[in-house]
């Protein structure tokens, strides 16, 4: 694949800035793929009339992984050269990026129309768009982009309970959606391949759902829990992985939510697995899981600092996580472990 990673250091995204971290879950959004990042700004603005985020960002493999995150509904594609062809090939011939794609065309690259149909775009449009006819038609694939993915994808289904049971508890409010996009990148960090990414995304989304089976008021107990308060909460990894099990992935996926409560030196729960006989994406998640929990307000105490998150986490290296997972994680990019939801999912 065409990539202009040795033309940017970084990969430019310019994201709405009327769009707030905490807002961006769950919304709309189109990517903008063109080589100038900071146009479009009124295109950009008839898609905020009509409640759908947009980011403008440069081609290349990181749009192909932040479609793989789940980050964009749809894309709006000018069309450059055959270069972007191939590119829009990538994105309509993978089933994890496989999402709705509006091509634009100049009257130099229409002649490219009928190819860029032929690999399955879902519209082309020609420079100069209107801005409200493309708004609205990009507003109309993202809403069946997302209609056909629930119903064809009992994980969506899942994901929504998963969500209703976080909702217990207002201290771990967003979660899971910054577990699942964090666990990504400490997945791709470690060297695992696209589809096992995807699993570990998956896992670190419903990794909480077996909690459905837990009483509310034992999740939202502000002091400490009794022996078989505690006996209840150390089922949920169990409970959960019998859920999941039932997805066309439960095979992998199951096992991961199963162990994410498990040590490295074997001393934790449900089956007191150690070292590699723990899933690697149980290890990734346990150490992301870890971290947002000290990271993030509790009943019993204040969010950690970054820098003591990062001493507990070196500390438990080796005893209750694994080394290398940790070293993925403390590797990242500052602003994805300060959760900043945008650079998270971008980076």
């Not at 129309?113 to 768009?129: F, Q, R, S």
Request: proline share 5%.
């Amino acid at each position: 694949m065409f990539n202009f990673r040795h033309l940017q250091p970084e990969l430019p995204l310019v994201l709405d800035d009327a769009v707030s971290a905490d807002s961006a879950v769950g919304q709309l959004t189109v990517g903008i793929v063109t080589p100038d990042v900071w146009g479009y700004d009124i295109e950009r603005a008839a898609m905020r009339a009509l409640g759908v985020r947009s980011a403008t960002t440069l081609e290349g493999e990181d749009v192909v992984g932040m479609c793989s995150d789940g980050f964009f509904d749809c894309l709006i594609v000018e069309l450059q050269n055959p270069l972007t062809i191939m590119f829009c090939n990538d994105i309509k011939s993978d089933p994890y990026t496989n999402l709705p794609v509006i091509v634009l065309v100049d009257e130099v690259t229409q002649a490219l129309a009928p190819e860029a149909y032929g690999l399955g775009v879902d519209n082309v449009m020609t420079i100069p768009v209107n801005p409200e006819a493309l708004a609205m038609r990009a507003l109309r694939l993202c809403e069946r982009h997302r209609e056909q993915r629930a119903l064809e994808n009992p994980m969506g289904v899942l994901a929504a309970v998963s969500r209703t049971v976080e909702k217990h508890d207002p201290y771990t409010a967003g979660h899971i959606e910054r577990l699942r996009a964090i666990s990504g990148h400490v997945a791709r960090s470690v060297g695992l391949q696209r589809a096992e990414v995807e699993a570990v995304r998956i896992a670190g989304l419903l990794h909480d759902i077996g909690k459905i089976a837990v009483p509310g008021d034992i999740l939202r107990k502000p002091g400490a829990l009794d022996a078989h308060e505690w006996t209840l909460i150390k089922q949920h990894p169990a409970h959960g992985a019998d859920i999941v099990a039932t997805l066309r992935q439960g095979d992998v996926i199951a096992p991961m939510v199963r162990s994410h409560h498990e040590h490295w030196n074997g001393k934790g729960y449900p089956d007191g697995l150690g070292d590699t006989d723990i899933p690697v994406g149980g290890r990734i998640i346990a150490v992301v899981d870890a971290f947002d929990a000290m990271t993030t307000d509790r009943p019993y105490r204040n969010a950690l600092t970054l820098e003591e998150a990062r001493r507990r986490l070196s500390e438990g290296a080796g005893t209750q996580f694994d080394r290398n997972i940790v070293t993925a994680l403390l590797d990242l990019s500052p602003r994805v472990l300060e959760k900043r939801w945008e650079d998270a999912l971008s980076l």
